[in-house]
């Protein structure tokens, strides 16, 4: 088939990579979105998806929207048979929707119609959720609500931060979409409209989002400061500065000390402990305002850190 690829970051490069190598399809464009300027020299940069597309001599297009005049005109002189989608990070309006022959395929990262939304990595971290996955659906206008191609799962481990898990879904839902569209081209594929049980959603996650809550038991704190590694990034203050935090381990008060208040520190020689609703949580990796991420016993000796010391 002559497919449309829509994506932006590094987590949709496999799918792009793969469906390139595929001898059933053909990459007639690639849409990603808009360069950004970036460090001193205000250096422009391409997305990842546009990097890899640009190495391959696919055309690409970086509209700010897609309803944006003259979208449409260069969509058509691609002539796609399907549209593949993955992280793009924008919506496709409902006068694309039914451009190419078989529509848009979207490779979202939860089994459907769990965790709908832009963070279902995030949210199945965030929740406990124990296994997760991928999913391939037809596009529609609602929000993650279209028919369901296939589904893979991907359990979740104990220590995983969204990065991780996000890492390996990237890898298993590449294979997952160019599986998909096989089925569509041969016939042997139709989608199954998505249950109406078990609807949950999962809304963008912002920086405000990532602000850690030390009043939350230990466990929960943990699986909050994984959803947010690396990105956006779990952060504290310190005296009204922004620190951000690695992930944690829960663990028993140690020796005979007394278990701090939610925020407080209890520091040791080759440790750093923090109170939560319920015990302590110690700290893995620190990262002071304009420093490089550092152990939290050095980040502690350095700032000549008492016990008691509060984080908020």
Known sequence: MRVVFAGTPEVAVPSLRLLLSSSQHEVVGVISRPDTVAGRGRTVVRSPVATVADEAGIEVITPRRLGDPGVLDRLRSWRPDCGAVVAYGGLVPPGLLELPTHGWINLHFSVLPAWRGAGPVQAAIAAGDEVTGASTFLLEEGLDTGPVYGVITETIAPTDTSGDLLGRLAESGAHLLVSTLDGIDDGSLAPVAQSSAGVSHAPKVDVDD?????????H???????AHTPAPGAWTTLEDARIKVGPVTPAEVPGEADAPEPGALLVTKKAVFVGTSSGVVRLGWVQPPGKKQMPAADWARGARLADGTVLA
Request: aromatic residues 6%.
């Open 220 to 226: 929960i704190v943990d699986r909050r400061i994984r």
């Open 210 to 218: 990532a602000r850690i809550r030390w009043d939350l038991p230990g």
